[in-house]
Structures are given as C-alpha cells and as structure tokens.
C-alpha cells in the first residue's frame, strides 16, 4: 500500500469524489484508508444512561485505497506514487546484502515524498 497516515489524498470514487482530506489510519491487511470526515455512515446509538436519549450519529467509516490518490505536497496535484531505491552505503552487511534506502517518488515532478 502506497499511502499512509498522514498523507493528504484526493477522492477520485464513491459520494466524497472530487474532495480532499487527511487519512487517519490505514489497514495494509484489508487494503483500506480511514480519511477524516469522509465515507460517513450514520450510527444508532442507544442511551448509557438512565434519562438519557438515543442518538444517530455520523461515524467515517474505512473506503478502498483504490478510491484515493496521494496529493503531491511538493507540487501539488493528485498523483500515483513510485518507489526509487538507493544503496546507503558500499559496504555490504555480515549477510552479505547492501544497505539500501526506500523511498516514495511522486511520478509527475520526480521529487521524493
């Protein structure tokens, strides 16, 4: 998965498409974002309390990482998201494997995210 905490995505499916927000927290496993104040679901909640009353509130709920596309912070637009890899160092490791880095690499400008 591409995009994480954090990361500021444009919505590009589904009754939200077109906006854009924040993503709270990602499930790698099931392949979904949860973004702030977007998807959102009412929810009957029953009272706690004695006296009290019952409610509907609006909960966000998780939509598919598909339905979302990163927003470049350097320039600026909706974007997918490529990695590039660079060796740390020369020297290899007891195991025989070089230090690399991994980093995210916005596909329009080229500038590393």
Do not use: W
Not at 12 to 18: E, I, L, M
Not at 40 to 53: A, I
Not at 75 to 90: D, F, L, N, Q
């Amino acid at each position: 998965m591409k995009v994480k905490k954090g990361d500021t995505v444009l919505i590009t499916a589904g009754k939200d498409k077109g906006r854009t927000a924040k993503i709270l927290k990602a499930f790698p496993k099931e392949a979904m974002v949860l973004v702030e104040g977007m998807n959102m679901k009412s929810r009957h909640v029953r009272p706690r309390r004695e006296g009290e009353k019952g409610q509907v509130v609006s909960v966000s709920s998780p939509m598919n990482v598909s339905n979302v596309m990163l927003i470049c912070p350097k320039c600026g637009k909706a974007t997918r998201i490529g990695y590039s890899i660079v060796p740390t160092s020369s020297k290899t490791s007891d195991t025989g494997k070089t230090n690399k880095k991994k980093f995210r690499v916005c596909k329009k400008c080229k500038s590393e995210i």
